[in-house]
């Protein structure tokens, strides 16, 4: 309980900090619970989390479920607040940074495969919320640099950092200053502190532009994000584990499910693999099409609908 009340109170603070904004998704939404048929589906605030969204909306349409869409709503802290509200039904999570969210000082010590990840996992969620089957896709935070400070500083890991840190420039969504996977546990488990943070946004495009452009040295973006192939980025080896496991799972309001929804979005989980992700992913990131296209495609070449 102790670990859920600090989450909450983390978000309470982030989410009336963020009121009086034009683009609140939740803006006006009833905290009662969805009615029996009916899901409202949220997403965080970058493109693989409202791309999978999107497809779980799809999905749960063809079996005529009532779909409402609350999208970028934000960072973990926010989200996470608005389904426990019942402001939002459902969403795409990754079972390693959520159980990391969840865990006092992060996850368990020895924990990183992705059964043991979901076994830890269903013992800290939050009250009324549950998980469904898990995809093989994963998609997890790395610390990405470009090819020429890789050369520079002989970087192949993240522990390769510890030494030169102090003399970079790191940046991430704002969030990542207060996350154990952030800044908090680099410095836990690595020893690495860095010159300096630059909030910027999560694994989006102001962080890879600053990569890019030399405002920050090292980034953190997804690995499935298709930037790091085409700007030949690297990756830094976690081999301190302090990335678990990143499957891909619905997290849902218990009072939102039912055998209808179960069925829909295991199936979606069933067909959902790091290669495809990564595919289609870069269909909205780097050719641009509409995300609602894209998961109408993903469900219909995968026998979905």
Same mark, same amino acid.
């Given at each position: 309980?102790?670990?859920?009340?600090?989450?909450?109170?983390?978000?309470?603070?982030?989410?009336?900090?963020?009121?009086? =904004?034009?683009?609140?998704?939740?803006?006006?939404?009833?905290?009662?619970?969805?009615?029996?048929?009916?899901?409202?589906?949220?997403?965080?605030?970058?493109?693989?989390?409202?791309?999978?969204?999107?497809?779980?909306?799809?999905?749960?349409?063809?079996?005529?479920?009532?779909?409402?869409?609350?999208?970028?709503?934000?960072?973990?802290?926010?989200?996470?607040?608005?389904?426990?509200?019942?402001?939002?039904?459902?969403?795409?999570?990754?079972?390693?940074?959520?159980?990391?969210?969840?865990?006092?000082?992060?996850?368990?010590?020895?924990?990183?495969?992705?059964?043991?990840?979901?076994?830890?996992?269903?013992?800290?969620?939050?009250?009324?919320?549950?998980?469904?089957?898990?995809?093989?896709?994963?998609?997890?935070?790395?610390?990405?640099?470009?090819?020429?400070?890789?050369?520079?500083?002989?970087?192949? =890991?993240?522990?390769?950092?510890?030494?030169?840190?102090?003399?970079?420039?790191?940046?991430?969504?704002?969030?990542?200053?207060?996350?154990?996977?952030?800044?908090?546990?680099?410095?836990?488990?690595?020893?690495?502190?860095?010159?300096?943070?630059?909030?910027?946004?999560?694994?989006?495009?102001?962080?890879?532009?600053?990569?890019?452009?030399?405002?920050?040295?090292?980034?953190?973006?997804?690995?499935?994000?298709?930037?790091?192939?085409?700007?030949?980025?690297?990756?830094?080896?976690?081999?301190?584990?302090?990335?678990?496991?990143?499957?891909?799972?619905?997290?849902?309001?218990?009072?939102?499910?039912?055998?209808?929804?179960?069925?829909?979005?295991?199936?979606?989980?069933?067909?959902?693999?790091?290669?495809?992700?990564?595919?289609?992913?870069?269909?909205?990131?780097?050719?641009?099409?509409?995300?609602?296209?894209?998961?109408?495609?993903?469900?219909?070449?995968?026998?979905?609908?």
């Amino acid at each position: 309980m102790k670990r859920i009340t600090a989450v909450l109170a983390t978000v309470l603070a982030l989410t009336l900090s963020a009121c009086g =904004t034009d683009s609140d998704p939740l803006a006006g939404e009833s905290a009662a619970p969805g009615k029996p048929g009916a899901v409202t589906v949220g997403s965080a605030n970058f493109a693989e989390s409202e791309l999978l969204a999107e497809i779980y909306s799809q999905a749960l349409e063809a079996d005529k479920i009532t779909v409402t869409r609350k999208f970028n709503i934000g960072a973990r802290e926010l989200y996470l607040k608005a389904l426990q509200d019942g402001s939002i039904d459902l969403l795409p999570e990754y079972n390693g940074a959520l159980l990391s969210a969840l865990s006092t000082g992060g996850a368990p010590q020895g924990v990183s495969s992705p059964d043991a990840v979901l076994t830890a996992l269903k013992k800290v969620l939050p009250a009324g919320t549950e998980v469904l089957e898990q995809s093989s896709a994963e998609d997890k935070d790395t610390l990405t640099v470009t090819a020429e400070t890789a050369a520079k500083h002989n970087l192949k =890991t993240i522990e390769d950092l510890k030494p030169v840190a102090g003399q970079l420039t790191i940046g991430a969504g704002p969030e990542w200053a207060e996350r154990y996977q952030g800044l908090k546990g680099l410095k836990e488990v690595y020893g690495v502190e860095f010159k300096e943070f630059k909030p910027l946004d999560a694994g989006g495009p102001l962080t890879v532009n600053a990569l890019k452009g030399g405002d920050i040295d090292v980034a953190n973006i997804f690995s499935t994000d298709s930037s790091i192939v085409t700007n030949k980025f690297v990756v830094l080896e976690d081999p301190k584990d302090l990335y678990l496991a990143e499957n891909i799972i619905p997290l849902i309001r218990t009072t939102a499910n039912n055998p209808t929804v179960t069925a829909a979005l295991n199936a979606v989980s069933a067909k959902l693999t790091t290669e495809n992700l990564t595919r289609y992913l870069a269909q909205v990131q780097v050719d641009k099409k509409d995300v609602k296209t894209v998961a109408k495609a993903f469900l219909t070449e995968n026998g979905l609908i």
